[in-house]
């Protein structure tokens, strides 16, 4: 049997809708198994004994690897992995594995384009010509504020951090950064903690992971750091935010305005974000292009073939780095 043959008989869980491309290789190349969600009490007698790995967009919990006593793998689509227990993975020796690098350009544009949007206020502005505004009103009010003269701060110098720095760099604006550690090699301040970062600078743009370590680490202590001229981007995860904070922020003057491209609890977006005038929303698109979403389901696909063929990941995240895949006769 070839190992094209043999990877046909791999049973591939495929909870809720996935990515098209990522499907077609899925269906191609293994035995795909799909499921409507990832609830273990969906999972069948057949899926327990077959089921070797888990190709997903949504979250795996504790409860769903239990149930699948023979998983191996959960090749997770995108490059934050927060809504799989990895602690979980790590001691039931599964491996876990993301999509980083293939999406970080994507993600770093889409950030230099939401912090533009939000302190020149486009989005607006083109409304006002789309709905015939500039012919009855004249011309459009001059935004209140500007990209000169700022000076801003990366929470999260990671992959997306570093794209966004040299990105900001080309602005010519002064780029600092706050991270749980110092990144050697890079020439930007680096400040120990959060808050020390918002108050030297008045732009701040999150791009950090979510999970317990950021959770609503942007509060209203940071934002009140941040200042009256203070300018607030995410486009890494919601839960990073007090949102309730960050509303009460906008309205009061706190900070002058916001750009979000992620939200906690997605995609339902509070009201108060929603109504305040001082923002731009847009509805989770950082790497929501055709090309580099496909590249993300290649590359998720090919963790999937890499571990059932040379029994490596490509790509495995931190926490289960150390995982083995075991030998079993018979099978690649």
Known sequence: MTKAEQLQTVAILVPGDFNDHAVDRINHTFRPVPIERADPSLVTEEMRSKVRGIASFAGIN?????????????????????????????????????????????????????????IRDLPRAETWLRDGSWVRKGNYPLSRLTLRGREVGIFG???IGQAVA???EAFGLPVAYHNRRRVEGLSYRYHPTLKGLAEAVDTLISVAPGGASTEKAVNAEILSALGASGVFVNIGRGST????????????????????????????????????PNTSLLPHVGSASDHTRRAMADLCVDNLVSWFTERRPLTPVPETAHVKAKAIPGKV
């Open 166 to 168: 040299r990105r900001l």
């Open 62 to 118: 504790a409860a769903m690897m239990d149930a699948l006593p023979n998983l191996e793998l959960i090749a997770s689509f995108g490059v934050g992995y927060d809504s799989v227990d990895v602690g979980h993975a790590a001691a039931k020796n599964i491996m876990v594995t993301n999509t980083p690098d293939v999406l970080t350009e994507e993600v770093a544009d889409t950030a230099i384009g939401l912090l533009i949007n939000t």
């Open 241 to 276: 935010v007090d949102e309730a904070a960050l509303a009460a922020a906008l309205a009061n003057g706190t900070i002058a305005a916001a750009g979000l491209d992620v939200f906690a609890d997605e995609p339902n977006v509070p009201k108060a974000l929603l109504d305040a």
């Open 157 to 159: 110098m990671g992959r």
